[in-house]
């Protein structure tokens, strides 16, 4: 997880992080410069691949029947968990997390791996730059692995997206019949039945942590009950 590394002539080298799409048109730019010798060479020396046995420990491990995918495998998982220990790290500035969090925010687009910075953005939300906000916007999948915090993050620039997203739950709380049956005959007893019940819906939670503790977010949910409450008069909305 580190920027810079000291190269074979000792001097501090900025280590481009090179994931997915962009990495590969790194490569091809570093191999385009004119010099691709010097482009392998270089990238040898700061990658470690020029360690000592580096290449004829695969044939050790081959010979002790470890495959290549365990090999590999056992890196990932040591790397991630040696990465989410960082994110981890309370002593971290707002500055050293606002960096990591550029470097690493490639991994959003990676599946295995896009809860490194899901985890980094959750603890932090306020990080979140116009163009993370876009990452995860376009993609439903990666927007749906968002823990509640970076979804109130996003809520508050986008109040399209936030309708988007409670309009459904506020539609199955008005659509639930159980309920509207009950709201019909509410009388004694039967009203504290009926709150309780209200209470305990699934979407009525939903809707309930999504809003919670941001004054915001709460008005606008109201707005949108008062919207469906003039279409629909639906009981279950009074």
């Known amino acids: ?45 700061d990658n470690g691949l020029e360690i000592p046995a580096a290449q004829t420990i695969y044939r050790l491990l081959d010979s002790l029947d470890h495959t290549r995918w365990s090999i590999h495998n056992s890196v990932l998982e040591a790397t991630v968990l040696a990465a989410q220990a960082q994110i981890q790290n ?48 376009s993609d439903p999948d990666l927007y749906n692995s968002c823990a509640i915090k970076i979804k109130q993050e996003l809520w508050r620039h986008d109040e399209m997206l936030f309708r988007q997203s409670m309009l459904p739950l506020i539609l199955d709380y008005i659509n639930n019949e159980q309920l509207a049956d009950m709201s019909r005959e509410i009388s004694g007893n039967r009203a504290r039945e009926s709150a309780r019940d209200h209470r305990n819906n699934s979407a009525f939670n939903e809707i309930a942590l999504a ?18 409450l003039v279409k629909t008069n639906s009981p279950s909305l009074g």
Request: net charge positive; hydrophobic share 35%; proline share 5%.
């Open 90 to 137: 309370s002593n971290m500035t707002m500055e050293e997390r606002a960096r990591l969090l550029n470097n690493i925010k490639p991994y959003l687009t990676i599946r295995n791996l896009q809860h490194l910075p899901l985890m980094l953005i959750a603890k932090n939300p306020t990080l979140i730059t116009p163009d993370i906000r876009d990452m995860i916007r």
């Open 211 to 228: 809003v919670d503790g941001d004054i915001r977010l709460y008005m606008l949910t109201l707005g949108i009950i008062r919207e469906e």
């Open 1 to 45: 997880m580190r920027e810079t590394e000291n190269g074979r002539d000792g001097q501090q080298r900025q280590h481009p992080y090179l994931v997915g799409a962009a990495g590969r048109e790194k490569i091809k730019q570093l191999m385009s410069l004119g010099k691709p010798r010097q482009a392998i060479l270089e990238f040898s020396s």
